[in-house]
């Protein structure tokens, strides 16, 4: 059981923004892909949520090539995601947000609203249940959109800048809720992040993207001591933000 992406390369006229870019991602397991300014990163997430289509190359979901499945079909396959913007819906309340996903999935309104509840405890957020969406504060927006993304157990999540204008305490918060997503839930999470620390602290393997190629991968230990990761980043006398505190 596992995502896979096979050999991708998507071009744009003639511009490659993947070339031959290969990941691997098991339930329960956390892998990260990170990479600097224009890698790729979120051509990667269009291709796996089927946003997009690949020029060469195929997603495979469980043994299943879901290559031109629209991103409805894929959710109901078992991959979720979540944006780098909310995209709640600001005119209905949380339990709403999270009702509406799953009545998306199939399932009954009232069984939704149960698991919506379900949801937002497990993530500590059941007082946030009945506020309305506009104007959540930024962070608990963000956890509103992961805990949507949870709705009815997805097998492999993957998570688009989730840390991002977050505080140091905050990311921390995050990063205690991401690893319990692949321990807990047996979720396989992709994590795709420009905090670099975080990402390396919390993943299985990483993935290196340059320039729409996978330049490394490895453990923590093997991409800290990678100097094409570090020349890929800020030049080679650098490491990338935030790797320091990994
Ligand atoms: N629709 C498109 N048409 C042409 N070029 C595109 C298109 N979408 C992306 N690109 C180019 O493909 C490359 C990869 O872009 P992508 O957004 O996937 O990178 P990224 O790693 O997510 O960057 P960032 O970290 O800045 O979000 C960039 O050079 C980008 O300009």
Known sequence: MSLELESISVAFGGFKALDDVTISLKKAEIV????????????????ITGFQDPTSGTVMLDGQDINAKAPYDIRR???????????????????????????GLGHSRRASEDEALRVLSWMGAGHLAELPAAGLPYTDERRVGIARALMFAPDYLLLDEPAAGMSETEADDLAQIIRRIADELNCGVLLIEHNVGLVLSLSNHVYVLDAGKIIEEGDKTEILASQAVREAYLGAEHAPENMEHA
């Not at 600097?36 to 997430?45: D, E, L, R, S």
């Not at 979720?80 to 005119?91: E, I, M």
């Open 32 to 47: 990260g892909l990170i990479g600097p300014n224009g890698a790729g990163k979120t051509t990667c997430v269009n291709i």
């Open 77 to 103: 396959r078992g991959l979720a995601r979540t944006f780098q913007a909310g995209r709640l819906f600001s005119g209905l309340d949380v339990l709403d947000n999270l009702a509406v996903t799953g009545v």
